[in-house]
């Protein structure tokens, strides 16, 4: 069945530094473009960064242009999220998500001093 695994979600100082990744199984990952979205307390749940099939283009939401930097590896089947100067505001459940279809259970990211 289809699986996705994030993991290194913690606590970081403001202007630290996180990488997430996302593993998946079950399905054609090479094929599938893939998403990290984040969901913060009493807010909705928003898209963070794209990043497509074979070629890898991406696209990022304002509030993390510059900051975030998305990328796949599709030999290890593997998503990444790497974030750095993090904010307060970043503070959120991280999700991982195929084509908006099947996701991850998410990983806590909490930015505070």
């Known amino acids: 069945q289809v699986q996705l695994v994030e993991s290194g979600g913690g606590l970081v100082q403001p202007g630290g530094s996180l990488r997430l990744s996302c593993a998946a199984s079950g399905f054609t990952f090479s094929r599938s473009p893939m998403s990290w979205y984040r969901q913060a307390p009493g807010k909705e749940r928003e898209l963070v960064a794209v990043?497509?099939?074979?070629?890898?283009?991406?696209s990022y939401a304002d509030s993390v242009k510059g900051r975030f930097t998305i990328s796949r590896d599709n030999a290890k089947s593997t998503v990444a999220l790497q974030m750095n100067s993090l904010k307060p505001e970043d503070t959120a459940v991280y999700y991982c998500?195929?084509?908006?279809?099947?996701w991850g259970q998410g990983t806590q990211v909490t930015v505070s001093s």
């Open positions: 990043i497509s099939t074979m070629y890898g283009s991406t």
């Open positions: 998500t195929a084509r908006g279809i099947y």
